[in-house]
Structure formats: structure tokens, C-alpha cells
């Protein structure tokens, strides 16, 4: 087992090295090291104060129908999770299932399709399919299928409805 230690003088880096987390002990220096992040959702601070603020609300509309449909499991189950959920945002700036409440952290409409590789690409592409024969009911099948689990969730309290705005594409 290894642990990395960084020395700074500053601002800057001065050292890199692998050290044995129990003894101490520097195994070897390290001329450069390269982190990962545990998550690549990264949202400045406003934006994720403003997403948890819908979060509640649609929370509050949501509980309130699951109440008054006699769904209290149901309801006791959606309000634990999410304001688990709220309190790992507001503490660290992301949560298991961060995707769910993309539509919010994005500052989508209700039913907006998700940003996607094609925004990013330029108005006059050319897009080609291969296989389109067999890729193209594939996406279809891939969105009434995603469709319909999160419904499922939805009902059983297991997630907002908003989480059917995070989905694959479809040709419309």
C-alpha cells in the first residue's frame, strides 16, 4: 500500500513522492503524478445551491401526491434518499446518482433532451450510421426500456420524476 505525499513551498510544488502510509518511509520520488477525479460533474457552487432548491421543491409536490395517494412507504422512501442525496451535494459537490438530477444542474426545461456529444459538434456535420438497419431500433429500444425503469422508480419512490429527463436519445 501506497500513499502520495506532495510538498509545497507556496503555491508551488516542490516534491513528489510514494511513501508507506504506516512506517512513513519515502519508497521513491516521483518525477510527476496525475490524479483522477472520483467524478467528472463538476458545478460551480450557485449552480448546485439553485439545483438543490427545485430538488426541494419538486421533493415537497411529490411527497405531497405520494401522501395523499396512500403511498407513504413510498413517500418516506423518495424523501429519505433524497435528502440523503441533497446533503452529500451541498457537502461535496456530488452524489451517487448525480445524473438523476442533471435536468436541475444543467438548467434544462421539463422533458428537454440531455446535452450530448452532438452539441458539441458543428451545425453542417455529417453524421453516418453503420449498421443503421440494426443501431437505429437499438436507440429506440434503448429509450422506451430506460423509459420504462425510471417509471418504476418514480412510482415506488425510488427516484424524483424529474430523473426521466436524464435519458438516451430519441429520433424524433
Given at each position: 500500500?501506497?500513499?502520495?505525499?506532495?510538498?509545497?513551498?507556496?503555491?508551488?510544488?516542490?516534491?513528489?513522492?510514494?511513501?508507506?502510509?504506516?512506517?512513513?518511509?519515502?519508497?521513491?520520488?516521483?518525477?510527476?503524478?496525475?490524479?483522477?477525479?472520483?467524478?467528472?460533474?463538476?458545478?460551480?457552487?450557485?449552480?448546485?445551491?439553485?439545483?438543490?432548491?427545485?430538488?426541494?421543491?419538486?421533493?415537497?409536490?411529490?411527497?405531497?401526491?405520494?401522501?395523499?395517494?396512500?403511498?407513504?412507504?413510498?413517500?418516506?422512501?423518495?424523501?429519505?434518499?433524497?435528502?440523503?442525496?441533497?446533503?452529500?451535494?451541498?457537502?461535496?459537490?456530488?452524489?451517487?446518482?448525480?445524473?438523476?438530477?442533471?435536468?436541475?444542474?444543467?438548467?434544462?426545461?421539463?422533458?428537454?433532451?440531455?446535452?450530448?456529444?452532438?452539441?458539441?459538434?458543428?451545425?453542417?456535420?455529417?453524421?453516418?450510421?453503420?449498421?443503421?438497419?440494426v443501431s437505429v431500433p437499438q436507440v429506440?429500444?434503448?429509450?422506451?426500456?430506460?423509459?420504462?425503469?425510471?417509471?418504476?422508480?418514480?412510482?415506488?419512490?425510488?427516484?424524483?420524476?424529474?430523473?426521466?429527463?436524464?435519458?438516451?436519445?430519441?429520433?424524433?
Open positions: 500500500l501506497e500513499a502520495l505525499r506532495v510538498e509545497l513551498c507556496d503555491d508551488e510544488v516542490e516534491s513528489l513522492s510514494a511513501f508507506d502510509p504506516l512506517t512513513g518511509e519515502v519508497i521513491r520520488k516521483l518525477p510527476r503524478f496525475t490524479f483522477y477525479p472520483k467524478s467528472h460533474y463538476v458545478t460551480p457552487r450557485e449552480t448546485l445551491l439553485e439545483a438543490v432548491d427545485q430538488i426541494k421543491a419538486e421533493l415537497k409536490e411529490r411527497l405531497d401526491y405520494l401522501r395523499n395517494n396512500n403511498k407513504l412507504v413510498e413517500a418516506q422512501r423518495l424523501e429519505q434518499r433524497t435528502r440523503f442525496d441533497l446533503e452529500m451535494i451541498l457537502e461535496l459537490g456530488y452524489c451517487n446518482g448525480i445524473e438523476n438530477y442533471s435536468r436541475y444542474l444543467s438548467g434544462r426545461a421539463p422533458g428537454e433532451p440531455p446535452p450530448t456529444l452532438y452539441d458539441y459538434l458543428p451545425a453542417n456535420s455529417l453524421l453516418v450510421i453503420d449498421e443503421s438497419h429506440g429500444a434503448m429509450f422506451k426500456g430506460d423509459r420504462s425503469r425510471k417509471e418504476t422508480l418514480g412510482e415506488y419512490g425510488f427516484r424524483l420524476p424529474s430523473a426521466l429527463d436524464n435519458r438516451p436519445l430519441r429520433f424524433e
